[in-house]
C-alpha cells in the first residue's frame, strides 16, 4: 500500500511567480520544495512565521545564496490552498527585517488571496 498525499494546490498571486523564476536555480529548487512542504501541510525547516500578519497565517521562506538573502512568503490560511503572495531578493545588507515596502505589498496581496478565497474573484 503507498502512502498517497492529497497536495493542497497552489495559487500564485500577483506577479509571485513571474518573480520566483528569476531566482537562481538553487534558489528556486530551495524555495519550490518549501512549498511543496507546504503542501503536504507541513513546514520547512527554512520557514518562520512573518510578524505583524496576527499569528502564524504568513510564513517567510528563506535561502541565502552567494551573499544574497532571498525569500518567498506565502499563506495557508484559507481553504487548504497555499497561496503565494510574494518572492524577493531582499537588498538591504543590514538588520534582517523585511523592508516596509515588501510588507504593504503583502499585505495587499493576503487580501487579494482572502478574495479569492471567498470566490469574489478568480
Known amino acids: 500500500m503507498t502512502d498517497q498525499r492529497i497536495l493542497k494546490p497552489v495559487v500564485w498571486i500577483g506577479s509571485s511567480r513571474k518573480d520566483l523564476r528569476g531566482f537562481p536555480e538553487e534558489v528556486r529548487d530551495h524555495i519550490g520544495y518549501a512549498l511543496y512542504v507546504a503542501q503536504q501541510g507541513g513546514r520547512h525547516r527554512d520557514t518562520k512565521t512573518l510578524r505583524g500578519f496576527g499569528g502564524s497565517g ?6 541565502d545564496h552567494r551573499g544574497d538573502t ?53
Not at 504568513?58 to 535561502?63: A, F, G, P, W
Open 58 to 63: 504568513v510564513v517567510e521562506i528563506i535561502k
Open 70 to 122: 532571498f525569500r518567498g512568503v506565502y499563506t495557508v490560511k484559507f481553504q487548504g490552498i497555499v497561496f503565494v503572495l510574494h518572492a524577493f531578493q531582499k537588498k538591504s545588507k543590514t538588520g534582517r527585517e523585511t523592508p516596509q515596502r515588501d510588507l504593504e505589498l503583502i499585505k495587499q496581496r493576503l487580501g487579494e488571496a482572502e478574495r479569492v478565497a471567498r470566490g469574489e474573484i478568480s
